[in-house]
């Protein structure tokens, strides 16, 4: 059925926003290589645009996508091969070209979003280029929105992304997802990267506030796709924690923008929908295997978000969760955490003792946090000027602006 | 696809792998047609360092850098992709005491090497 031009046209960019990043997967895998498979999406939707409004949208539009895709850049390399270097890559696409299986068949698995994921998440890749390649290719975001996201300049961003790519390509990082085997040493570089993803647009709250929110979204979306073809329970666990977390980013801040704490907010404003899945997806992790790091502090989160205020708070429950949480990953972040925890659970005094311990150890003293709590402890005690002082410490350290008004806030209230 | 394994030890731990451990992993791994050469080297102290500048061939002691691992020995391995290569980086028998390099071959872009 023929469609009028501008019908098409809408229709292509809505089909372009849901579906191209799937195109772009199977794409890598049946061209092994992204630079080529990007070449191959721009040609597809590109051919799309010029046929469809006079031959109507096929049955299986995805499935036509990659076909031309592929046809186009095959063609593009058979001429290309003609005139300069060859190499590895264009070998193996044209291998791959000549005997695999027409699509429609079994090249349209949805296997290949998560093939993607593994190769943009190897652990052979830094951290900071696994992130920066995830949201580009597998969320589909242009550089310049991960750029402002990250408060990094453009050019740095798509340094980072084309060192990488040609890394993958280089030493050949495979395009597959790992054997059973495998996945324990694997899994992690993913679940981090997700991790750090749904950070980045959670904790800081400088920049962008829409882009950040936006990648929260993207980093839960990500962690769904995983789960859905790969149910660990470390997945269930991730997907758990980060949606417990993002139930409260309305409490989070107020209309100034500034920053709410736990015991100060508004817990009406907490997304009931995402804590309920939140809940049940944690209890799942538990139940499912030993529980892993993520669902541990999905446990903790989930604790937090069913209690009706912080007085109201299991503390005794949360002191052990951080126990059971520093015997996996032991960590000074955590025992900080923990120690907050039993300032709760048995007085300040008691949490103080261990933040000053831990304060001894001197790993933590470029960390804003833990003079905050120290001050915090402080002040709830009557040690004003200790107070004060290690507000002071605290405020040298914070980088975020509303982190750093609620520092200069609690200064003030000590007088 | 060739990878190098370069393997990295530091001065203590120069000794720590018993040469006939190396012997019995190389011998594996020759015999699973993965190896393609492996050799483990004199200390640094023994190396030359050879530069040609305007034509002139100058000599002198020791290596490039002073770095705190030195180059030890080396595998030059034939591997499916980096997985495969990490997987036998991972068995060389110094990696407890020191570190391996894992570094992709290429091939010199000169029209005889090219497919086509």
Redesign the interface.
């Known amino acids: 059925m023929a469609m009028d031009g501008p019908a098409a046209g809408a229709a292509i960019d809505a089909l372009y926003r849901r579906e191209s990043r799937r195109v772009f997967a199977i794409l890598v895998r049946v061209l092994g290589d992204f630079e080529r498979a990007e070449e191959g999406l721009h040609e597809a939707f590109r051919a799309a645009l010029e046929q469809w409004p006079a031959s109507g949208m096929p049955a299986n539009p995805v499935a036509w996508l990659v076909s031309a895709g592929r046809f186009k850049v095959i063609d593009a390399l058979r001429r290309e091969?003609r005139f300069t270097?060859?190499?590895?890559a264009?070998?193996a696409a044209l291998a791959v070209a000549d005997t695999s299986p027409g699509p429609g068949e079994a090249v349209l698995l949805e296997d290949d979003r998560l093939r993607l994921i593994f190769t943009c998440c190897?652990p052979?890749l830094a951290e900071e280029a696994r992130v920066a390649l995830t949201l580009r290719e597998v969320c589909g975001l242009a550089t310049e929105e991960i750029a402002r996201a990250f408060l990094v300049p453009a050019p740095t961003l798509a340094q980072r992304i084309v060192r990488a790519k040609a890394k993958i390509r280089?030493?050949?990082?495979?395009y597959e997802v790992?054997e059973r085997d495998?996945l324990p040493a694997r899994l992690p570089a993913v679940l981090r990267t997700i991790y750090l993803v749904f950070n980045e647009g959670y904790s800081a709250t400088a920049g962008d506030d829409l882009m950040r929110r936006d990648l929260s979204e993207e980093a839960i979306r990500l962690a769904r796709l995983v789960r859905d073809l790969l149910p660990e329970p470390e997945v269930a666990g991730l997907l758990a924690l980060m949606l417990l977390q993002e139930s409260r980013r309305a409490a989070r801040s107020d209309a100034r923008g500034d920053l709410v704490t736990l015991e100060d907010q508004d817990r009406a404003l907490w997304d009931r929908a995402r804590i309920a899945e939140g809940c049940t997806l944690t209890r799942l992790a538990l139940a499912t295997g030993p529980a892993g790091p993520y669902a541990i502090q999905a446990a903790i989160a989930a604790v937090h978000a069913e209690a009706a205020s912080v007085a109201a708070t299991d503390w005794p429950q949360i002191v052990g969760l951080y126990d059971v949480l520093l015997h996996l990953e032991p960590s000074p972040v955590v025992e900080l955490n923990r120690a907050v925890a039993v300032a709760m659970r048995d007085g300040a005094a008691a949490g103080l003792a261990l933040v000053d311990a831990l304060a001894a150890r001197g790993e933590l003293e470029r960390y804003h946090l833990l003079h905050a709590a120290r001050a915090d402890l402080c002040r709830r005690l009557g040690r004003t000027a200790e107070a004060a002082l290690a507000y002071r410490r605290a405020l040298e350290l914070a980088q975020q602006a509303p982190e750093r008004r609620l520092l200069r806030d609690r200064l003030e209230a000590l007088g | 696809?060739k990878y190098l394994c370069l393997v990295y030890l530091s001065k203590d731990a120069w000794n720590a792998c018993p040469d006939d451990h190396c012997h019995e992993f190389a011998s594996a791994l020759a015999a699973s047609g993965r190896m393609i050469a492996a050799e483990p080297l004199h200390p640094v102290d023994t190396a030359t360092t050879v530069r040609v500048r305007n034509g002139q061939v100058t000599m002198t002691d020791g290596p490039f850098a002073e770095t705190k691992e030195m180059l030890a020995g080396f595998y030059l391995v034939d591997a499916?992709?980096?997985?495969e290569a990490?997987q036998i980086a991972a068995q060389i028998p110094p990696a407890k005491n020191g570190s391996i390099e894992?570094r992709?071959v290429?091939?010199l872009?000169v029209p005889a090497l090219?497919?086509?």
């Open positions: 091969r270097a060859w190499d590895d264009a070998e190897h052979s280089a030493a050949r990082i495979p790992p495998a | 696809m499916r992709d980096l997985n990490v894992v992709p290429r091939t872009d090219r497919g086509a």
